[in-house]
């Protein structure tokens, strides 16, 4: 599934997910524009990988069209082009019920989730369009399809259920100028947020035998499938919903 020579930009590029996604494009032979808000994490990425010559740093607000149009103008600059684009930044809030929510933490959820999305993808289409190929995946969440009894994540669950329409529609709108664009959606993810449930052996086993295959996702997991949605063996696939939950919604 080699990508050799593709150009990729990848949102959220300092977390989990999105490091072991620019760790494996970069092994598969792309050459990666980090993009998030804490710079040092970014460089941490950077350092940590034996290609540094194929990663670019660009600290951005991807709410902001001034600073994604910065990360773009700095990847034409230091890479010619771009053909590949993960939307993979997002935030989430602690659960509270709906009725409680202020509107500034609906606006956050909404503006990195949603507006995000929109301005990274308005960004690179113009390019992947001239060239008449290119490949969006962007990063959904298993409570975009479905509500999770006494988890009240209703504004998080309605942004990324917006993510899986979107992908959708941007298929259709611009599948006519070879542009693919698919959505993964993950379940539980192996990170920082929920490791202190994963020691105390209790509530280890309670959470990973909710999943068929008897374990949490990886971060490889998600890379995995990025990579194979943007290379050739996927070529004739598009506007598709790839949920990768270790069989948790098929029960």
């Known amino acids: 599934m080699s990508l050799k020579g593709k150009v990729a930009i990848v ?22 524009t980090l993009v998030g808000r804490d710079r040092s994490k970014l460089a941490k990425v950077i350092s940590d990988n034996d290609n540094s010559n194929d990663l670019l740093a660009v600290s951005a607000d991807i709410t902001k069209e001034a600073e994604v149009l910065n990360v773009i103008e700095q990847t034409i600059s230091s890479f010619d082009t771009v053909d590949i684009l993960v939307n993979n930044a ?44 290119g490949n969006i995946v962007n990063i959904s ?9 006494n988890v009240p994540l209703s504004i998080y669950g309605a942004t990324k259920a917006g993510i ?40 280890k086993e309670q959470l990973e035998s909710s999943f068929p295959l008897r374990r949490i996702g990886n971060t490889s997991d998600i890379s995995g499938a990025v990579v194979y949605l943007c290379s050739d063996d996927a070529n004739w696939i598009t506007g598709t919903t790839l949920t990768i939950d270790g069989g948790f919604s098929a029960r």
């Open 11 to 32: 949102t959220g590029a300092g977390g989990g997910v999105g490091r072991s996604t620019t760790e494996r494009l970069v092994k598969e032979g792309c050459r990666v």
């Open 90 to 133: 997002g935030v989430i809030n602690d659960p509270i019920p709906f009725h409680m929510m202020s509107e500034d933490q609906w606006d956050n959820l909404i503006s990195t989730n949603l507006i995000g999305t929109f301005q990274m993808t308005k960004a690179v289409l113009p390019i992947i369009m001239e060239k008449k190929i």
């Open 141 to 149: 969440s298993l409570l975009g399809i479905r509500a999770i009894p």
């Open 164 to 203: 899986i329409m979107f992908t959708k529609s941007i298929a259709v709108e611009y599948g006519s100028f070879g542009i693919r664009c698919n959505c993964i959606v993950p379940s539980t993810i192996r990170s920082p947020m929920i490791e202190p449930y994963l020691q105390d052996e209790k509530s």
